[in-house]
């Protein structure tokens, strides 16, 4: 049986995961999904602590749980997208 379409998006992968985070970092951002990489720096793209925090909010709504005040700060202390691409599969796999 094929997949759904009308399901919503395939989080059940790191891509989905790091597409999802990349359309919610761009969201916040006010930018375009493709014009971010995940190696750029948050600092770079301008990530400040209220861009950050609507980041968090979004991507537990998309995910469907609550980061930890551990993971909060880790995301809060992130260099490059990459690593919180990293950050938010690890949470959402420790919670699957």
């Known amino acids: 049986m094929g997949r759904d379409d009308t399901a919503g998006p395939d989080l059940t992968g790191a891509g989905g995961v790091a597409a999802e985070v990349?359309?919610?970092?761009?969201?916040?951002?006010?930018?375009?999904?493709?014009?971010?990489?995940?190696?750029?720096?948050?600092?770079?793209?301008?990530?400040?602590?209220?861009?950050?925090?609507?980041?968090?909010?979004?991507?537990?709504?998309?995910?469907?749980?609550?980061?930890s005040p551990e993971e909060v700060d880790a995301l809060a202390g992130s260099e490059t997208i990459g690593q919180v691409i990293q950050i938010v599969s690890a949470a959402r796999a420790a919670r699957c």
Do not use: K
């Not at 014009?35 to 948050?42: A, L």
């Open 22 to 67: 990349l359309r919610t970092i761009s969201g916040a951002l006010g930018q375009s999904a493709g014009g971010i990489d995940p190696s750029q720096r948050m600092d770079d793209l301008g990530v400040d602590s209220h861009a950050l925090a609507e980041m968090v909010l979004e991507l537990e709504d998309r995910f469907d749980f609550e980061f």
